[in-house]
């Protein structure tokens, strides 16, 4: 049983347009709520991450929206670039340890 | 230490076969995980140790599979008579957690396994 839900699988997106992929999620245990990014070959990297105290985080491009009361999460990539095609993954986490992972979207940046 | 580092990277197996796979977290790092992740998903939690006890395995962890962690340092996931459905990427991560002080969970390359 999947604890977080991911949408869409996949996405295009021009150069420079605006990247968006939601989450949502049931445990209201969950406490942390990162978001990884993965290319081909290679483990998932941590690109950002919020506790449910904040409702919006932004480092740089990538920015995550948190609604603790919709148990929903998104993450924007403003200005995509082509070097962010990637698999995006959300997932959460109770006490700081074992995460449940979304199925991961698939972003494909077009120049 | 650059991070999590984890070996094989590939490894093909004939069915019924039994392999092993190490990891060797980032120094200092009190916890270790160990995940799978199969194309299309996202990686799915098997098993975690704290320093070098076993505190969680999950239901997916069959009694083929087996893990340790001597030492708390490395560690070695074990799957016994390889079925074509172990095909997988194995993900090892690993971060510090004591007291109020925890860091993010870092992840190693993988090693993908292929069960022929």
């Known amino acids: 049983q999947q604890q977080v839900k991911q949408s869409p699988q996949s996405l295009i997106v021009q150069k420079g347009g605006i990247s968006i992929i939601n989450c949502a999620y049931e445990?209201?245990?969950?406490?942390?709520f990162p978001w990884y990014q993965q290319f081909p070959g290679k483990g998932p990297a941590l690109l950002i991450a919020?506790?449910?105290?904040?409702s919006e985080k932004k480092e740089g491009r990538f920015t995550i929206s948190f609604n603790k009361s919709a148990k929903q999460f998104s993450l924007h990539i403003m200005d995509s670039q082509p070097g962010d095609s990637a698999t995006y993954f959300c997932a959460a986490s109770e006490n700081d340890y074992k995460l449940s992972f979304g199925a991961g979207t698939t972003v494909t940046v077009r120049a | 230490d650059t991070g999590v580092s984890q070996d094989p990277r590939h490894k093909i197996t004939k069915r019924g076969q039994n392999v092993t796979f190490r990891c060797d977290p980032i120094?200092?790092?009190?916890?270790l995980y160990w995940y799978r992740q199969t194309l299309g998903q996202g990686p799915e939690f098997l098993t975690y140790?704290?320093?070098?006890?076993?505190?969680?395995k999950s239901r997916l962890l069959s009694d083929r599979f087996s893990a340790e962690r001597p030492k708390g340092s490395f560690s070695t996931l074990e799957i016994q008579r390889t079925e074509q459905g172990d095909s997988a990427m194995y993900l090892c991560?690993?971060?510090?957690?004591?007291?109020?002080?925890?860091?993010?969970?870092?992840f190693g390359q993988g090693t993908r396994l292929t069960v022929v």
């Open positions: 120094s200092e790092h009190n916890r």
């Open positions: 919020i506790r449910p105290d904040v």
């Open positions: 445990n209201t245990a969950f406490d942390y």
């Open positions: 991560a690993s971060s510090f957690k004591y007291g109020g002080e925890n860091t993010e969970a870092f």
């Open positions: 140790f704290q320093n070098e006890a076993q505190l969680e």
